[in-house]
Every structure is written in structure tokens, then in C-alpha cells.
């Protein structure tokens, strides 16, 4: 979750932006990283889908986070309370979006 900080850039004006963007950016994976072993529970592949199953309030935040990290193969995500609608973008295999996402989480 990144949130809104007030800070000096190098002339000594105050800029507001993300923390991320005083501290040059982090690895795009990172929330990912320490969200999903919190809060992701399972990943069902089906077609060119990915069912996340999430615990109760936290699907839009990993959505958020899985949106984020860039992964290759993942078009977008859907979110709602506690499950998460991955689609996988042409060509790419469900089962290893799936695969790949659940190694975030042990």
C-alpha cells in the first residue's frame, strides 16, 4: 500500500509524492511479496483464467499488488471481496500464471 508523504527534493522545495518515489522505487514485486503469504489461500486455473481465493477483504489490495508487480502473462485483474479474477493475456498458460502467483505466497 503505498501511501501520500510530504518531503524536500534536492533544492530544499517540498514535493509531495508516494515513499516509494523519495526512496527511487522498489522492486515492483515486493508488495506482492509480502502480501500474498498473508493473505492468498488458493489459485485455481481455468481457460485463460486464474481463480485467486484471498482471506475475506483483502482481494483488492493483492489485485492491486499482482496489477503492480508486472508479471508477464497476466492482462489484468478483477477484485472483489475475498476472490480475485485473473486474466491471463493470449498465449499464456494459465496453470503456470497460477503456479508462478502461489510461489509468492510460501
Known amino acids: 500500500f503505498r501511501s501520500l508523504s510530504k ?4 533544492t530544499g522545495k517540498v514535493r509531495y509524492g508516494s515513499v516509494d518515489s523519495f526512496h527511487g522505487g522498489v522492486d515492483p514485486t515486493s508488495r506482492l511479496r509480502r502480501m500474498a503469504p498473508d493473505f ?17 477483504g483483502n482481494a483488492q489490495g493483492l ?7 508486472g508479471i508477464s502473462g497476466v492482462a489484468g ?30
Open 40 to 56: 492468498l489461500l488458493t489459485a485455481e486455473p481455468t481457460g485463460n483464467l486464474v481463480v485467486l481465493k484471498t482471506t475475506v
Open 7 to 10: 518531503g524536500r527534493n534536492g
Open 77 to 106: 485483474t478483477v477484485a472483489g471481496d475475498d476472490t480475485i479474477l485473473l486474466v491471463c493475456s493470449s498465449g499464456a498458460s494459465s496453470k503456470e500464471i497460477s503456479r508462478q502467483i502461489m510461489k509468492f505466497a510460501v
Open 63 to 69: 489485485a492491486a499488488a499482482l496489477d503492480a508487480a
